[in-house]
Structure formats: C-alpha cells, structure tokens
C-alpha cells in the first residue's frame, strides 16, 4: 500500500470526530468465511448447488415454508459457523482507533454473523441491515417481536429423519418460528429490531459534522452497504475511503483501495501505532 495513501488514511481519521464503518461480506472473508459471490465457495453458488433454482427463488420466506426442514438445517449450519468464529485482527484494529484517535463512531453492516458486536462494538453503535442470525421471530408473523435464540441449539443438523413439527416454534401462536434475517422477497421480515438500530445511527450522526466514511469489503452486486454510503456522504459530506480489492473504484476526493480488509487495515495501523 502506498506512502501516500496510508498518510492521507491517517490525516482524515485526525480529522474526523465520528468514524462510520459500513462492511460488507468482505470484511468477513479473512476471518474464513468465502463471499457470497466467490467463485467455488461463495455461499450463492453452494444454495444453488445444493438445491434446484437460484439463489432468489430459495432463500426466500415462501420456500422455507414449503421446504421448512432443508431451511432450518441450512440456518443452523450457518450459526453454528459464525458462533465459532473468531474476528479477524482488523476488527480489532478498528476499535483501536476510536479510542486512540476519541472517536465516535458506528458500525452499519450487510454481514449476519454479529463479528462487530463480539469484537467489542456495543448494540447501540451497529446497524445489521439484513438482520442477524442470532436472532428469531415469528414466521407468520403473529406479532413484531424479536428474541434472541441459539438456532446451534434448535434442532440436530444430522437428523435425517427431522420433521417440521420437530422445528422451533412461535412461543405466541405456535407456528414455526424463523431467523430475523432478511432474505430476498422477504414479506415476512419482521423490522422492530432493525428500526431500533435505525434510530440510534441517526441520533449518532446528526451530532457530527466531521464524518468519514470507511466501506469494507462491499461489492455493487447488491447495493445496500452502497446505498447507504452514498446517503451519508451526500447529506453529511462526509470523507469516503472505499476498501475493496476487486471494486474500489471511487470518485475524487475519495480514496479506493484496491486490496482485503485485514491487509489495509494492518497496514494502516502500523503506522498509526508508531505515532502513539
């Protein structure tokens, strides 16, 4: 990574009084966890494989209720995965500089796998804008209410012989219950958590004027992380650092960086350690 780039990195977190960080799934990849769209691994092309259609027409609230058990199997594959998982040092990192550089800041994320929360970021400071698999409702919906549920737990992936009875249920109606995770077509997602996390980032940001932006690891396939870094630029002109090592590409006065999440941020921070 340049000279150049890692000091004019560092001039704008001196500059900023609120650090924003909005990550996608490649921040996630160096703690091993593939990318949706990653060729071979990508958690797209294994929905697909391992089902007839594409990713839209599974992962959608109407086909878990009509394949109930393969959908409750998959999520809890996937919380399993993420419960284990170990965020990578640029997490860390992160956190390590709102204290050293007296940071306010927030975290906005695509991800599901609740990494900012175990690096150390607290619930008020992030906004996981697909949900969170650590989370349930109620897949009707017959309220909108959110609880915490360990779907490691649920059920046995290895039952071959599980039925939709055997699923986690509603504890309102009965009916089967299902992650708060936001899937494609999804017109039973229930918001109230989501509204909450909403509402804390606009108090965060509209007691901040100096504001940079550090996007990780968010591609333009889907636009959510985008949509929302174009909003607070616009309307907070706020400095924008876009790191991505295949979509970096960024208007000036913004800067992209062409590389992974844990590669930039650590070279970043050798440098800032050296200043303190």
């Known amino acids: ?42 958690e797209w092309g294994k929905v697909s ?18 394949h109930p058990v393969y959908m409750w199997k998959r999520f809890t594959r996937r919380s399993q995965q993420f419960k284990d998982l170990v965020p990578h040092q640029g997490y860390f990192i992160l956190m390590d500089w709102i204290k050293r550089f007296n940071l306010d800041y927030f975290f906005i994320t695509s991800n599901i796998d609740g990494q900012h929360l175990k690096a150390g970021a607290t619930k008020d400071k992030v906004r996981e804008v697909h949900g969170s698999i650590f989370h349930l409702q109620c897949s009707v919906p017959c309220h909108q209410e ?10 046995d992936v290895n039952n071959e012989n599980l039925q939709p009875e055997d699923l986690p249920k509603c504890p309102k109606c009965g009916k089967m219950s299902r992650p708060n995770v936001y899937m494609f077509r999804d017109h039973t997602y229930v918001p ?22 550090l996007e ?13 870094t174009r909003k607070i630029v616009r309307e907070k002109n706020a400095k924008l650092i876009r790191i991505n090592p295949d979509y970096s590409d960024v208007r000036a006065p913004h800067m992209g960086i062409a590389d992974g999440a844990l590669a ?3 070279a970043v921070h050798n440098e800032v350690v050296k200043m303190f």
Do not use: C
């Open 216 to 228: 990780i690891g968010s591609g333009p396939h889907v636009q959510t992380i985008r949509a929302m």
């Open 146 to 155: 959110v609880w915490e549920g360990d779907t490691n737990e649920a059920i």
């Open 264 to 266: 930039t941020l650590g």
């Open 192 to 213: 109230a958590r989501s509204k909450w996390q909403k509402s804390n980032l606009e108090k965060t940001l509209a007691a901040h004027t100096k504001v940079l932006v």
């Open 1 to 42: 990574m340049e000279h150049e780039k890692i000091q004019q990195f560092i001039d704008w977190l001196q500059y900023a009084d609120l650090l924003m960080v909005h990550t996608g799934a490649g921040m996630s990849k160096d703690s091993g966890v593939p990318t949706y769209r990653e060729d071979g691994a990508g």
């Open 49 to 66: 494989g391992e089902r007839e259609g594409s990713i839209f027409e599974i992962m959608n609230p109407t086909y878990m209720d009509e």
